[in-house]
Nanobody, 125 residues
Framework: QVQLVESGGGLVQAGGSLRLSCAASGRTFRSYVMAWFRQAPGKERDFVACIRWSGVTASYADSVKDRFTISRDNAKNTVYLQMNSLKPEDTAVYYC??????????????????WGQGTQVTVSS
């Protein structure tokens, strides 16, 4: 497993932007598919975005497509989530996740075996 530490959360007005970062430990970062999930109070943990090993291929939940961008810097062992045009419904704890699972999709939390502690994002209306 890899240790993950998120940062960059906070309070922002609707329409604003935030950039989340997730720093990973270890020398094998490039062997992991990385993802962001989020969990609002009383709700399940939902997939937001994932990015494959080279950083070329990324997938997004429909609710964030065209507003959020996931990226990774393998030299810095870091994955990012740029969030633009934020909405109140984006309010949640955002979690970084990592997996070495090899498959066609990476949308399910059960596919990931390493998780960060989460960072709160609050969007005010």
């Amino acid at each position: 497993q890899v240790q993950l530490v998120e940062s960059g959360g906070g309070l922002v007005q609707a329409g604003g932007s935030l950039r989340l970062s997730c720093a990973a430990s270890g020398r094998t970062f490039r062997s992991y598919v990385m993802a962001w999930f989020r969990q609002a109070p009383g709700k399940e943990r939902d997939f937001v975005a994932c990015i494959r090993w080279s950083g070329v291929t990324a997938s997004y939940a429909d609710s964030v497509k065209d507003r959020f961008t996931i990226s990774r810097d393998n030299a810095k062992n870091t994955v990012y989530l740029q969030m633009n045009s934020l909405k109140p419904e984006d309010t949640a704890v955002y979690y970084c996740a990592a997996t070495r699972y090899y498959g066609s999709t990476y949308f399910y939390a059960t596919q990931y075996d390493s998780w960060g502690q989460g960072t709160q994002v609050t969007v005010s209306s």
